[in-house]
């Protein structure tokens, strides 16, 4: 339980809907309860007009009849109460989970997404959530209602013969052993669950994502036996983990037939003793069955309690991972455009690659930097510095000459019209796409304006909707040139202070580079541009070159 700690802010937020939840809880159980009680009394009542030989009325019936359905409806409507304050509760909690984990997600670095896979990021914020959900809901909701029903009956069968009641609550201490004993195997089995399962969705996202290169080489056979192989082992694993709390039910079944054996046994033997009265037992025997659930419940309780432990701490060790790149401003002004590397070294993390070695460069505002070299350079990873998707490992970068780890990251970054190498469109029009860039709300011809700048508008045109075409996942419906011309679009629309272009003129004819060359020349004026690429043709109206590892 101690990994569930966390999940307790949550219910001091709904903690109105948890105390009225339980106070529901109380009332359905007593008028669930009670009748135990008006049985045992009707059936006194009938024993004794029958060993009077009294004729019984119709109105004695009704009455215990019409009694008991109001007890019954009474219950029921608690019930339906308790549903809609403790079930709704979970239902927030899981909605602000997912939200306090998206919010999260947004703030780590590019490092924590490069050692994470996407089927393991989504895994969490659904799956793992859906499984606490349960322990914030149906766990408590039957914990609550097992402890409340369990105390109230307890009373009533007090009330009626102490003896008796030790005897029915005797197999209690065993079934408690029991939960006890196969709780620890239940959390370790949820775990490895949840890991097997994060394994199949990561394999599947990356699936549909490289679906075509798949298709390409005809690899479908092979990443069908992965699947297979991958979800063997997960259904293997929940075999495993679901023998276990298959075993619960059987053993509260024989719990409580135990329970009312004894009741029958030791109770008729205090009827022929005249200790009790009949309808006692039959009371008694009620109440072991409104017990029944409640127990029969602990063993999916404790199953619902231990896969939601195994989840909050996966949920947990993403929450506590914390963002490399910490943005502490210290400064609020304008960004002009200056950059300078000082002395700058980079060593990435997870793979120990030194990709820069103490490189200096200084960039005046306005001016045209190409930035060439073979793979493996550290010319990408320029960029990313620049944009404080990693900060370096020693050394300082200045903008405008300020350290740009006191600068505000995202004024900083509003401030960059970036292209990447790996071009990303989202699923929604191509005009959406170009106006991705900031919250400004952009006009049709700011839109086209871009669009002809990037070289793409008469290639968008000839679309049947134009601007409004929806691309598919990836921009699947658009050749590579045209969608990094679009993702060029998108970064000068905003008419940025700096320019990165990350060799985002690779998929285009040298026509079509030199038209879109020509146009942004205007755009490239007074703006502090860097253009990176291994075709020298895309460096020609730099001015100046840096060659890496030369």
Known sequence: MKSLQSINFYFIKYKWRLLLGALFVVLSSVFSIYQGKVV??????????ISKHETIERSVFITFGITLLGLALASGFFLFLMRQTLIVMSRLIEYDQKNEMYTHYQTLDAAFYKNNSTGDLMNRISEDVGKVRMYTGPAIMYIINTFTTVVIALLF???????????????????????????????????????????????????????????????????????????????????????????????????????????????????????????????????????????????????????????????????NTKSTIINTPEVNTPIIGNIEFNDVSFTYSDSG????????????????VGIKGQIGTGKSTIANLITRMYDVTSGNILIDGISIKKQDMYALRQSIGYVPQEVFLFSDTIKNNIAFSTNHQYTDEEIKQAAKDAGVYDNIMAFPDQFETVVGERGITLSGGQKQRISIARAIISKPQILIFDDCLSAVDVETEELILNNLKSIMKDKTTIIISHRDSALRYADSIIELGA
């Not at 045992?40 to 007009?49: K, P």
């Not at 007090?158 to 004993?181: C, D, E, G, S």
């Not at 690659?353 to 001016?367: D, M, P, T, V």
């Open 353 to 368: 690659i030194q990709a820069l070695s103490h490189f200096n460069l200084k960039i005046e505002k306005g001016k045209t």
């Open 40 to 49: 045992g009394d009707a059936t006194n009542q009938i024993v004794a007009l």
């Open 157 to 319: 069968m007090i009330n009626i013969n102490w003896k008796l009641t030790l005897l029915v609550f005797a197999p209690l201490p065993i079934l408690a052993f029991i939960i006890y004993r196969v709780s620890d195997l239940i959390n370790k089995r949820s775990t490895i669950v949840q890991e097997e399962l994060s394994k199949l969705t990561s394999h599947t996202q990356e699936t549909f994502s490289a679906i075509r290169v798949i298709k390409a080489y005809a690899r479908e056979t092979h990443y069908v036996n992965e699947l297979e192989t991958l979800n063997t082992n997960y259904k293997t694993q929940s075999l495993r983990l679901t023998l276990v709390e298959a075993l619960f039910h059987p053993v509260m079944v024989l719990m409580i037939g135990l329970s009312v054996i004894a009741t029958v046994w030791f109770g008729g033997r205090l009827v022929i003793g005249d200790v009790v009265e009949p309808g006692d037992i039959t009371a008694f025997i009620t109440f072991v069955y409104k017990l029944t659930w409640p127990f029969a419940s602990l063993g999916w309780v404790t199953s619902l309690i231990q896969r939601a432990s195994a989840s909050q701490t996966r949920i947990d060790e993403f929450l």
